[in-house]
C-alpha cells in the first residue's frame, strides 16, 4: 500500500511539474511532448518525493532524538532547527539571486527547476539540526563520561554512531537526487541546443535560434558534484572526528595502562576487543562514512554527465 502511494505522488508531482508548460511556439509543443522534458520531470519528481521521505524521517529522528543517543531539551531542538532553517533560507536566497535557468522553450522553467532544489533544500532543516545536536552530544559525552559507567557510555556511543551513519546517508542520499536531476536537466538542453553542447566543437556562427553564449557543458555537471562532496566533507569528517575521539577516551578509561607498566594478554585483547567495536582499528580515511561523503557526488556527477541517457543525450 505505501508503495502504491509513493508512486501516485511520483506521477502527480511528474504531472504538477509539467503544468502548461507550454510556451506557445512549435518548439515548445514539440520539446514538452519529447522524452528529454519527460526524463527530467520524472527524475526531478523522484527527487522532490525522496526529499519529502527524508524531511519526514528526519522530524520522527528529531522528536525521537533521544534514542539515539543525544541528550537534548525540546528547547535545545528548536534552536537548532531554527537556526537551520535560517542557513536555508539564506542559502535560498543566493540560489535566487545567482542561480542559473537554461534556455529551453517551457514556460517558468526557473520556477520549475528552483522549485526542486528548494524542497531539497527544506528537507535539509531537520538533517541539519541532528547533525549539530550529534556534534554537541558527542562533546558533552567526552566531558561527563567520566561521572558515567563504561557500559553506558559504550551504548551511547553505538547509537550516536548510528546516527551519524543516518544523517551522512541521508544527505548522500539527497545529494544523488539533486546531481541526477541537474543531469536530465543538461540532457533536455543538449536536445534542445545539440549545437551548445561544449561536449562536441562549437560551430564559428551558432545556428539561428541557439544560445551558444550560454551553454551547459557537462563540466557544470562535474563541478556539482565536486561541491557537494566537499560539502559532505565538511559535515562527516569533523562528526567522525568528534566521535572517535570521544570513542579513544573511553578506550583509555576502561582499559588504562596497567601501574606496573607492563599489559598482559588479557589487557591486549579486550583493549582490542573494545576498539573493533568502536571501529577504532580503521584510519579515518577508510572509515566508510568518509569515504561516502566524498566518493558518492563524484561517481553519480560523473554517470550523470556523461552516461547518455542522462548527460550529453543527443
Not at 282 to 305: E, G, H, W
Request: charged share 15%; net charge neutral.
Amino acid at each position: 500500500m505505501t508503495t502504491v502511494a509513493v508512486l501516485v505522488v511520483l506521477f502527480g508531482v511528474a504531472i504538477s511539474l509539467g503544468f502548461r508548460a507550454d510556451d506557445g511556439t512549435k518548439a515548445g509543443a514539440v520539446f514538452i511532448d519529447g522524452v528529454p522534458w519527460n526524463v527530467w520531470r520524472l527524475v526531478a519528481a523522484g527527487a522532490i518525493v525522496t526529499f519529502a521521505l527524508l524531511f519526514l524521517h528526519a522530524a520522527r529522528m528529531v522528536r525521537e532524538v533521544d534514542c539515539w543517543g543525544v541528550r537534548a531539551t525540546v528547547v535545545r531542538r528548536w534552536v537548532y532547527l531554527g537556526v537551520a532553517a535560517l542557513a536555508v533560507m539564506v542559502a535560498m536566497a543566493v540560489q535566487l539571486k545567482a542561480g542559473y535557468t537554461p534556455d529551453m522553450p517551457v514556460t517558468s522553467l526557473g520556477v520549475r527547476t528552483r522549485g526542486v532544489l528548494w524542497v531539497g533544500l527544506v528537507a535539509s532543516i531537520p538533517w541539519l539540526a541532528l547533525v549539530w545536536l550529534a556534534h554537541d552530544e558527542c562533546r558533552r559525552n567526552g566531558d561527563t563520561q567520566d561521572e558515567m559507567e563504561p557500559e553506558v557510555t559504550l551504548a551511547r556511543l553505538l547509537r550516536l554512531w548510528r546516527l551519524l551513519a543516518s544523517c551522512i546517508g541521508a544527505f548522500a542520499l539527497g545529494v544523488v537526487a539533486a546531481i541526477a536531476t541537474s543531469g536530465a536537466l543538461r540532457a533536455a538542453f543538449v536536445s534542445v541546443h545539440p549545437d551548445c553542447d561544449d561536449a562536441y566543437p562549437a560551430p564559428e556562427t551558432p545556428p539561428p535560434g541557439t544560445v551558444c553564449g550560454e551553454t551547459f557543458p557537462p563540466a557544470n555537471v562535474l563541478y556539482y558534484g565536486a561541491f557537494f562532496a566537499i560539502l559532505l566533507t565538511i559535515i562527516a569528517a569533523p562528526l567522525v572526528v568528534s566521535w572517535r575521539a570521544r570513542a579513544r577516551e573511553l578506550v583509555e578509561q576502561s582499559y588504562p595502562l596497567p601501574a606496573e607498566g607492563m599489559p598482559t594478554d588479557a589487557w591486549v585483547a579486550d583493549r582490542a576487543r573494545l576498539s573493533k567495536i568502536l571501529q577504532l582499528d580503521v584510519p579515518i580515511l577508510r572509515n566508510p562514512l568518509i569515504a561516502l561523503s566524498i566518493f558518492t557526488p563524484l561517481i553519480t556527477s560523473t554517470l550523470a554527465a556523461f552516461i547518455p541517457q542522462l548527460g550529453i543525450g543527443s
